[in-house]
């Protein structure tokens, strides 16, 4: 039996390279089977459709899933399943959510996390995600398994999620999820806010880790490195203030602590193939048929 916790290819479909890193496996192991993976490259969430598994995380051991219950587990962890019985099993893996309603959402439920004991024990599948799970299974059938299909069934999955399953079972389920990952998240994202082109060891500093282990769990949680992940929001800061009226490339340069205009048109370049004068110019003849449109209306 393949090891169900190993990562697929997936193909790349017309429309294109997508965010994220997400699929769903099914698996039919027999009994006495183990898998074992000491630390999970991604979040995973195993549904029991039938059967059971004996699955051991980090601290708790030996915990018995049945069929019709799921469980979350979170990156990182070391995580041990054997299968009592001949067993069906859907496999979920994720990096992280990939709608910003989810993690408002979830955001949302941070303050539960402080009235809630986590002791890894199963919830329930809920009648409509078993549908889904089943019209899953038939659409990876008939070979509809590509990158865009698996990420809108990620979204889908958590829509369902959040509508049929109750508030307090959704918390216990991701607590590990929502308590760690969101905080780090949302502590990254509120003190990025505060730079406008700090460094990586500013960031780290803000956020109040070291710079190696701020490195090790961004990547984790991002799915990137956090110099690449601050260029890119550079990126999209830059391009938003360039078209606000009257900037100035020196008032850009200046704003985002470029160091020379070298430098400056490099980072455009990279980024956008356009020189900054050029970027501005495209910006404000936008707003001007936009000025004409409303106007027209």
């Avoid at 490195?215 to 690449?228: L, N």
Wanted: net charge positive.
């Amino acid at each position: 039996m393949e090891n169900i916790f190993k990562i697929k290819e997936l193909n790349v479909c017309r429309a294109g390279q997508m965010d994220g890193r997400t699929a769903f496996t099914y698996y039919e192991p027999k009994a006495g089977e183990e898998f074992r993976n000491d630390d999970l490259p991604l979040n995973f969430i195993l549904f029991v459709l039938r059967g059971r598994v004996d699955i051991s995380c980090n601290e708790f051991e030996s915990r018995p899933f049945r069929s019709g219950e799921m469980i979350f587990l979170l990156r990182s962890s070391a995580v041990h399943v054997k299968t009592v019985k001949n067993t069906k099993l859907y496999v979920m893996y994720f990096d992280t959510f990939l709608s910003s309603c989810d993690q408002q959402l979830f955001k949302a439920y941070l303050p539960d996390t402080e009235k809630t004991v986590y002791d890894f024990s199963p919830v329930s599948i809920p009648l409509p995600i078993h549908v889904f799970l089943e019209q899953l299974l038939y659409f990876q059938k008939q070979k509809i398994d590509c990158m865009h299909f698996s990420n809108l069934k990620h979204c889908e999955f958590f829509i369902l999620l959040r509508q049929f399953c109750p508030r307090a079972d959704i918390v216990a389920f991701l607590f590990p999820l929502i308590g760690n990952s969101m905080n780090f998240r949302n502590k990254v994202l509120e003190k990025y806010s505060k730079l406008e082109n700090g460094r990586v060891t500013e960031l780290a500093g803000l956020v109040g880790m070291g710079r190696k282990n701020f490195d090790k769990r961004f990547r984790e949680e991002f799915g990137t490195s956090p110099a690449k992940w601050m260029q890119q929001e550079l990126a999209k800061r830059l391009r938003l203030y360039l078209g606000e009226p009257d900037v100035t490339i020196s008032d850009a340069m200046d704003k985002f602590r470029f160091n020379s205009p070298s430098h400056f048109n490099r980072f455009c370049r990279q980024y956008f193939d356009k020189s900054p004068g050029a970027m501005i110019k495209d910006a404000r003849e936008l707003m001007v048929k936009k000025t004409k449109k409303d106007k027209n209306k």
